[in-house]
């Protein structure tokens, strides 16, 4: 009950990636889970260890197929960006995401109103450690156990070794400072398709 508990949930971005393996036996030595937003062409690039990271109990979740500025987008081409990672993931897991996190975090109500005709909530995030400019371990780790707090929704990628090297530090240094770590779902509740959240409050 992450209304009760100190819950944080690990997102990472971009993946699966040929470092996603490594972070999958981090999290699952340390009894801990994350959510991993899914670029959908890398999916269908690597199902073996899409499924694998469902079948340990991670959440996987839509980063759209070629990872596009949306808000850029006619709706149709945002449309076919969500719907197509939505059909390589269900292909490869047999479940449709529910949560969407666009690409560079640009999202409107538009994008919003067409990521929920396809039942989907829109996620982007509370803080993390912009690990595509701090690009060393201990500073990911440092970084991210300052910034967090109860309810958080942190930013990350498994696509850069240094943050993929600095998961066993910092799910210690989190579980050591009492909190749970959770998927999105856990952490928002039910997701509301077409609702945009960036932390386990309710949607904006």
């Given at each position: 009950?992450?209304?009760?508990?100190?819950?944080?949930?690990?997102?990472?971005?971009?993946?699966?990636?040929?470092?996603?393996?490594?972070?999958?036996?981090?999290?699952?030595?340390?009894?801990?889970?994350?959510?991993?937003?899914?670029?959908?062409?890398?999916?269908?690039?690597?199902?073996?260890?899409?499924?694998?990271?469902?079948?340990?109990?991670?959440?996987?979740?839509?980063?759209t197929t070629n990872h596009p500025q949306?808000?850029?987008?006619?709706?149709?081409?945002?449309?076919?960006?969500?719907?197509?990672?939505?059909?390589?993931?269900?292909?490869?897991?047999?479940?449709?995401?529910?949560?969407?996190?666009?690409?560079?975090?640009?999202?409107?109500?538009?994008?919003?109103?067409?990521?929920?005709?396809?039942?989907?909530?829109?996620?982007?995030?509370?803080?993390?450690?912009?690990?595509?400019?701090?690009?060393?371990?201990?500073?990911?780790?440092?970084?991210?156990?300052?910034?967090?707090?109860?309810?958080?929704?942190?930013?990350?990628?498994?696509?850069?070794?240094?943050?993929?090297?600095?998961?066993?530090?910092?799910?210690?240094?989190?579980?050591?400072?009492?909190?749970t770590l959770v998927t999105v779902d856990?952490?928002?509740?039910?997701?509301?398709?077409?609702?945009?959240?960036?932390?386990?409050?309710?949607?904006?």
């Open positions: 009950d992450c209304s009760v508990a100190r819950c944080v949930a690990l997102t990472y971005d971009d993946g699966p990636s040929p470092l996603t393996n490594q972070l999958l036996d981090t999290f699952t030595a340390r009894g801990a889970v994350a959510t991993f937003f899914l670029n959908g062409r890398y999916a269908s690039n690597d199902p073996t260890t899409v499924l694998r990271t469902r079948q340990l109990g991670m959440q996987i979740a839509n980063h949306l808000t850029q987008l006619s709706p149709d081409q945002i449309a076919m960006e969500i719907s197509d990672t939505q059909q390589r993931i269900f292909a490869i897991t047999g479940e449709y995401p529910t949560l969407l996190r666009p690409p560079h975090g640009d999202t409107d109500a538009n994008v919003a109103a067409i990521a929920g005709q396809q039942g989907l909530a829109v996620i982007n995030w509370t803080d993390g450690p912009a690990d595509w400019e701090n690009t060393d371990a201990a500073t990911v780790t440092q970084l991210t156990l300052a910034r967090v707090r109860p309810g958080a929704i942190i930013l990350m990628h498994d696509t850069y070794q240094w943050t993929v090297d600095a998961a066993p530090a910092l799910i210690d240094g989190l579980q050591g400072q009492g909190y856990q952490i928002i509740g039910t997701p509301v398709a077409g609702q945009f959240y960036t932390d386990g409050q309710a949607p904006a």
